[in-house]
């Protein structure tokens, strides 16, 4: 046996890796980010892309179905100068309202510092600007008799007095003193047939007619008037006789009475025949 030394092979080591300073590290980190924040903006540019798409088609077809529903809407049938399905709400609207009307139920009073002044005016439609109101008087229809009455004749029934708002479909009000007496009175004075269900109201010249329906004509807030905040009714303001009736809409306070008739016929109405609601309650 040799006493000589035996050499071990020499094995070969990887070289250390090279020591990454903190701004490289910092450099390599803001990298990764970079290419993660464009994957994501890529992700979600494909995905606005396909929301896009859906979106265009989802607003195509509801206007491919709003023109449908519109072309099938003017092209149905006319019912009482509208529309029929339009009228259809309407009457339901009606009869909504009709159901929770009550005679009793009375339209809130105001003190007089609440009034507004001057009154403003809504529309002239049936006033004639030649018209003279010393040829002024109302007809009362549909009677046992035809009755002829004259201002005066309609100022001896019973006085009423009532601080109320007008209030326009258009979305304006006013607080207005009406002196006047009750077309409750005057029917009661004149009274219609048994079971006679409403009450037609136009203008000298027909340029302006109404319809109520007979609880509205009975309530005791309707009023037959003859003055506005304590002066006699203007031109403009329906002289010498308007509708006063608190429980409706202003297109129902008809100016210028000169015609009430009884009817079993619903009456024309000129704004129901313009489209709106016949029934006109608030």
Known sequence: ???????????????????????DELALE??????????????????????????????AAAAGASYGAWKWLTTSKQMDYLHWPLRRVLRMNESVAEAYFREARLSP?????????????????????????????????????????TLDDIKALPRREQITEFRCIEGWSMIVKWTGTRLADL??????????????????????????????????????????????????????????????YGIKNIKRIGTIRYTNVRPADFWAEQGYDWYAGH
Not at 11 to 20: M, Y
Not at 34 to 45: H, P, V
Not at 231 to 239: F, K
């Open 187 to 248: 029917m009661a004075k004149f009274p219609p047939p048994d079971r006679v269900q409403y009450v037609g109201m136009e203008t000298p010249d027909r340029g302006y007619y109404v319809g109520l329906d007979m609880q509205s004509a009975m309530h005791p807030q309707t009023l037959l008037a003859y003055a506005l905040n304590d002066e006699p009714l203007s031109a403009g303001h329906g002289a010498p006789l308007r509708l006063a009736i608190p429980v409706k």
């Open 30 to 59: 803001a990298e990764r980010q970079r290419q993660l924040e464009l994957e994501n903006d890529e992700r979600i540019a494909r995905e606005v892309s396909r929301l896009s798409r859906r979106g265009f088609l989802t607003a």
């Open 109 to 149: 009073t105001f003190p007089t510092s609440r009034i507004t002044r001057p009154a403003k005016l809504n529309g002239n439609l049936g006033l004639d600007p030649n018209f003279d109101p010393s040829t002024w008087q109302l007809r009362v229809e549909g009677a046992a008799k035809p009755v002829v009455l």
């Open 1 to 23: 046996m040799s006493d000589e030394p035996i050499e071990e092979p020499l094995v070969e080591t990887a070289p250390p890796p090279p020591l990454v300073s903190l701004a």
